[in-house]
């Protein structure tokens, strides 16, 4: 496939050496282009897998999906078996029981709700991506991760460009140490 900057989405094989650019023109149409990696000065993103720490590498991990409805009920069934305690003795009723309950887990309800939608998104086909990206590019953070067929990108934002996704190996250090090397996906 030609991928010189065009539109077509590189072999899943070859997606960790391209980057993926979104742009909006003048008329407010959005675009996006594949360009290899090479075509850009990543030095601002450079990822520091050393820095300053003995044991600063990325580390593998695993990011799953939370159902925070099921975790808010859990909650509020665990605090409604539970006595209250004497601050809380002018609660008499199981209808303000439950009320004080819901009012307690509403906060970590809230809390992993946001969490869920900053955990890294995913998709098997790089035309889902493009499209996710488009739809949503004022909520994706700089920083953020986004799995493409399995390939790690950090989200930037460099000149000139609405939204870069570019290649987290592309980003990992330069410095042979010898050590193997893995990088994971972290929320």
Avoid at 42 to 71: K, M, N, T, W, Y
Avoid at 119 to 132: G, H, I, K, M, Y
Avoid at 136 to 142: G, K, T
Avoid at 144 to 173: D, K, N, Q, R
């Amino acid at each position: 496939m030609e991928m010189a900057g065009g539109s077509l989405s590189p072999a899943v094989e070859e997606l960790d050496q391209y980057v993926l650019v979104i742009q909006e023109s003048p008329s407010g149409h959005l675009t996006h282009s594949w360009r290899p990696v090479v075509e850009f000065d990543l030095s601002q993103f450079r990822l520091q897998p050393r820095a300053e720490r003995a044991h600063g590498r990325i580390v593998p991990a695993a990011a799953h999906s939370r159902d925070c409805h099921a975790e808010f009920d859990a909650c509020i069934a665990s605090c409604l078996s539970q006595p209250l305690s004497e601050d809380y003795s002018h609660i008499t009723s199981y209808r303000a029981k439950e009320e004080h309950c819901r009012k307690g887990c509403w906060q970590p309800y809230r809390d992993c709700e946001e969490l869920q939608r900053r955990r890294p998104q995913e998709f098997s086909a790089t035309n889902q991506a493009v499209d996710w990206l488009k739809r949503n590019r004022h909520e994706v953070l700089v920083g953020s991760v986004v799995v493409v067929a399995g390939v790690a990108f950090i989200v930037a934002f460099p000149p000139g460009a609405l939204i870069a996704l570019i290649p987290a190996a592309a980003l990992a250090s330069s410095e042979v140490d010898g050590e193997p090397r893995f990088t994971a996906v972290v929320p």
